[in-house]
């Protein structure tokens, strides 16, 4: 009897010892584990003589249901004990001002966002976009929208070259996102109506002129499609794009090689203040170039220009968003500075569409 009243002084002592939870769980295992010291005693049972076995039975099981509920309180405790301990190293300043999430301080490139309002407007009338690469073959860049060979024309772009490979052949930074005009009849049967937004290059570099620019394209083809329907889309397309009833539009004649009549787009503004308003007063500004598609452009296309005729149009981008959120200088845009982007981006939610408002 003495040597279980010893044991017991013993396994309390350790169960006031144990002071983490992983402690407390090792002196569980030593007393009341298959192995442990009370479950060995409670194996004696079966050898005893049953008169010993009535005084030593409660006397065992007792000190085992002693111990289990010292251990099942300790552990109580020292599980209350660790909580607090975490609550108080994990200690939350709740007066302290919350971090913005990055939704909150990201901020969309205006181009980006004058590209998603230009799509949404298109996409609107029917359209859907198309790309192709910057780096351009000669031939789709130049001559399958009939430059041809030498042409004057060629000089007007400032191309920049990359050096000629194994066969003679100088690849080209697209000059404009005309080739692609190619590319999508060569892939796509009409009627083809798609915008096309990219990156363009060329040698110029001043307050409105970057060597990497923006253009959108556009390009209708069908066995119907004339000059009113361009006017209408175009004219249709500025008012939105410019957030303004009304506006006047101003068809001069021009000349690209790809179009034929080629025209020139003046937009109806005021320059009086300090900022160009649209939709008023009597200035004129240029926004962009269209015509109607080369029977030539057609052919590099793979289409018979008795059967088919569209119209095309091309703009740059980043004048006409200097021009609708004043950002008077292009260089600005390409600098990367936080501090611009903060001032002239936008809010990465504020997303384009009609019915929400475009720049609302
Ligand atoms: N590619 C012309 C440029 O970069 C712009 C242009 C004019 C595109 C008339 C067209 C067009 O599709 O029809 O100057």
């Known amino acids: 009897m003495s040597d279980l009243v010893q044991l017991e002084e013993q396994i309390m002592a350790e169960i006031s010892a144990a002071d983490d939870e992983p402690a407390i769980e090792a002196v569980r295992v030593a007393a009341l584990g298959k192995k442990g010291s009370v479950s060995e005693k409670l194996k004696t049972l079966g050898a005893m003589s049953p008169e ?96 041809p060979e030498g042409h004057p024309a060629r000089e007007m772009h400032d191309t920049f070259f990359f050096a000629k490979d194994d066969k003679g052949e100088a690849k080209v930074l697209r000059t404009h996102t005309s080739p692609v005009q190619i590319r999508t009849m060569e892939s796509q049967k009409p009627p083809i109506r798609i915008v096309i937004p990219g990156k363009t290059y060329r040698q110029d570099s001043d307050a409105t002129h970057s060597p990497m620019f923006h253009q959108i394209e556009g390009l209708v083809i069908d066995k119907t499609a004339n000059v009113a329907n361009m006017k209408w889309v175009l004219t249709e397309f500025c008012k939105t794009f410019f957030e303004v009833p009304q506006v006047k539009m101003r068809f001069r004649p021009s000349f690209f090689p790809f179009t034929e009549p080629s025209l020139e787009v003046d937009i109806q503004c005021d320059r009086s203040g300090s900022e160009v308003k649209f939709g008023e007063g009597d200035d004129w500004m240029e926004i962009l170039g269209c015509g109607m598609v080369h029977p030539n452009v057609l052919r590099a296309g793979g289409l018979d220009p008795d059967e088919y005729q569209g119209f095309a149009w091309g703009m740059g981008i980043d004048r006409i968003a200097m021009l609708k959120y004043g950002m008077p200088d292009l260089r600005a845009f390409f600098d990367a500075d936080v501090r611009w982007l903060n001032h002239y981006g936008f809010r990465p939610l504020d997303m384009p569409t009609l019915f929400g408002g475009l720049s609302s």
């Open 52 to 147: 010993e076995r009535q005084t030593m039975g409660p006397a065992i099981n007792g000190l085992k249901s002693r111990i289990a509920d010292a251990i099942a309180e300790r552990k109580q405790a020292l599980k209350a004990k660790a909580i607090e301990a975490r609550l108080e190293r994990e200690r939350v300043d709740v007066t302290l001002p919350t971090r913005p999430s990055p939704v909150e301080t990201g901020r969309i490139h205006p181009i980006s966002q004058v590209i998603d309002e230009i799509t949404a407007i298109f996409g609107d009338m029917g359209f859907s976009i198309a790309e192709g690469p910057d780096i351009e073959t000669d031939y789709y860049n130049f001559t399958a929208l009939n430059f």
